[in-house]
């Protein structure tokens, strides 16, 4: 089992599929000239899917895919099939837009859940967060999965002054869609020209919302990462992923693996451990992943401030956001 030095037990797992992405989300993906890994770096199918195992024997009972843009990888159906015996809850994120391309694999894949990004209910601000004109499609995609009965969680990162004026939007969907509409804190990585005041807080979006609403906190347990809220008369319900003004790290049980067979034990760890070239060797893994784990900082990667307000994103030492896995 996977324990750190302070009695967290790690079940779930988040595996970036691919550094790769058809969209261009500013905040993500670094301004500059970006060269994708080559294909050779990449975990392939069978070593994603026996590196998998390998966690699921270690305690493993969530796997999330994620990315980069998950379904890009033209192999993800064999990806799929593989991990679709695993006795674990599969789930993926995804910006949504070869969703409806891909609905019989998706469909099959028997997620438990579906988390799609959408940052903007207006056309042309998603063009410019995304460098893409996909809003249309990306929204009717949302829709095509309700319509299947597959449940689905909204992403909506929230940055003053781009779109905290759509809050109110955002939860209006929730009252005759059943979605869980997440809106998460703007956090920094390499390359994202982050900075305090463009975070747009927990308690901020609590404000707008109970100017209109009168809003609920619903039962949450110590792995949650959102903190959940209804809203009497609403299908769905919102939730806040406030890392950078309240973060969850005391109830952390999540470990991530990136698309070269890199494992963090946080998001924002300086920290990699190599799996894929030990695997590639032929070696075990299992110590490296329990050393990996054992050395996990208490909060934030152990390098953060505690007070977001204080942090110089130009000190942090991190890959970009689409070179970890969301
Ligand atoms: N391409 C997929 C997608 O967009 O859903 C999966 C990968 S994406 C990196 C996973 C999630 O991370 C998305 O919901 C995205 O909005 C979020 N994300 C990316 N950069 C972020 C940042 N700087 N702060 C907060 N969330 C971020
Ligand atoms: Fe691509 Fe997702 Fe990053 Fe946007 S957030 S650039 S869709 S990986």
Not at 135 to 158: A, H, M, Q, T, W
Not at 301 to 326: C, F, H, P, V, W
Request: net charge neutral; aromatic share 8%.
């Amino acid at each position: 089992m996977l324990f750190d030095k302070f009695g967290r037990q790690h079940t779930y797992l988040r595996i970036s599929l691919t550094d790769n992405c058809n969209l261009r989300c500013f905040y993500c993906m670094p301004e500059q000239e970006y060269a994708f890994a080559p294909p050779s770096k990449l975990m392939q199918p069978h070593e994603i899917v026996e590196i998998a195992q390998t966690f699921v024997e270690q305690g493993i009972t969530k796997i999330r895919l994620t990315g980069g843009e998950p379904f890009v990888r033209k192999d993800a159906d064999k990806i799929l099939a593989g991990l679709a015996p695993l006795p674990v809850q599969l789930t993926c994120t995804t910006n949504g837009v070869r969703t409806d391309a891909l609905l019989p694999m998706i469909k099959a894949a028997n997620f438990s859940s579906i988390n799609i990004s959408l940052d903007t209910l207006n056309a042309q601000k998603f063009h410019k967060i995304t460098g893409r004109n996909l809003f249309e499609k990306v929204r009717s995609n949302i829709d095509l999965l309700l319509n299947e009965g597959i449940p689905c969680k909204l992403n909506v990162v929230v940055m003053k002054g781009l779109n905290d004026d759509e809050i109110l939007d955002f939860v209006g969907l929730t009252k005759e869609l059943p979605l869980e509409v997440r809106f998460i804190e703007f956090m920094p990585f390499s390359g994202n020209k982050w900075t305090s005041n463009q975070v747009f807080t927990l308690n901020e979006i609590k404000e707008v919302i109970q100017r209109r609403y009168t809003i609920h906190a619903q039962i949450g347990d110590i792995h949650d990462t959102a903190k959940r809220f209804g809203i009497a008369g609403h299908q769905g319900s919102f939730a806040v992923i406030s890392t950078m003004s309240e973060p969850f790290c005391a109830g952390c049980n999540r470990i991530r693996l990136t698309a070269d067979g890199k494992l963090k034990n946080c998001l924002f760890s300086t920290q990699e451990t190599d799996l894929l070239s030990a695997f590639r060797r032929g070696e075990p893994i299992i110590p490296l992943i329990e050393a990996n784990i054992t050395s996990k900082a208490y909060a934030l990667g152990g390098q953060l401030e505690k007070d977001y307000m204080q942090i110089d994103a130009d000190k942090l030492e991190n890959r970009s956001m689409i070179t970890i896995g969301g």
